[in-house]
């Protein structure tokens, strides 16, 4: 059964600290509060990473610093085109197991994309107003929270004035766009979605198309408060 949120978790609203009224908070200034937040909290803020190039260019200097290896382009490419994937399951295990690739002189690489062992040497970091362009696909992202340059959570920050459920359906929407950045893109490893106005946070699981729908009663995507 899905979680079911009630109406007015939706409809809640609130002032914050200073008094100032909820619907004079804009999307920019709840994202620069939390992206502080977040700093607080020891992650790398990469104000570089904007675009798909610069999100593979980060990416591949974690994986080559993770596995101890430099890899040509041609490899690279090739690791991509393997890891890369349109079931949210499969990218899943990619993200969770060690995998293995062949470079070009037929040896296997065995390699890992998260340091499951030791934690702390994972390197977090978070990007903001991402956009990641496909042949199909033009799509913005607020902010994504990054393990060792793999994406892993993204956050979509609205005002009072935009209700959660439309941000969530938002979500939904880029999902099943045809040729969009998480079947084409390192936005396959996307495992959360969160969706937060300041005053009200809610978060669901990354599924594959058949079953990520939002409809009225929420069958097939449960949403936790």
Not at 103 to 120: A, G, H, I, M, Q
Request: hydrophobic share 30%; glycine share 2%; proline share 3%.
């Amino acid at each position: 059964m899905a979680t079911e949120v009630p109406n007015d978790h939706f409809q809640y609203q609130s002032a914050d600290d200073s008094g100032k009224r909820p619907s004079r908070l804009r999307e920019g200034d709840i994202e620069q509060r939390f992206m502080r937040h977040l700093r607080d909290q020891n992650y790398v803020i990469r104000d570089d990473i904007r675009d798909q190039k610069s999100l593979e260019d980060n990416f591949r200097r974690h994986f080559e610093a993770l596995n101890h290896v430099t890899l040509t382009d041609n490899e690279f490419s090739r690791l991509l085109a393997s890891i890369i994937k349109k079931d949210t399951y499969e990218a899943s295990q990619t993200l969770r197991e060690v995998n293995t690739f062949h470079r070009d002189d037929e040896t296997p690489l065995y390699f890992t994309l998260v340091n499951t062992k030791d934690w702390c040497k994972n390197e977090f970091e978070a990007v903001r107003q991402l956009r990641v362009n496909t042949e199909y696909s033009h799509h913005r992202y607020d902010v994504i929270l990054m393990i060792n340059g793999v994406p892993c959570v993204q956050i979509e920050l609205k005002t009072l004035s935009v209700t959660p459920r439309r941000a969530m359906e938002q979500i939904v929407e880029y999902k099943k766009t045809p040729g969009n950045g998480y079947d084409r893109t390192l936005l396959c490893f996307m495992q959360i979605f969160v969706v937060s106005n300041y005053y009200q946070t809610f978060y669901f699981a990354n599924n594959n198309n058949n079953h990520f729908t939002f409809d009225a009663d929420e069958r097939f995507l449960p949403v936790t408060f």
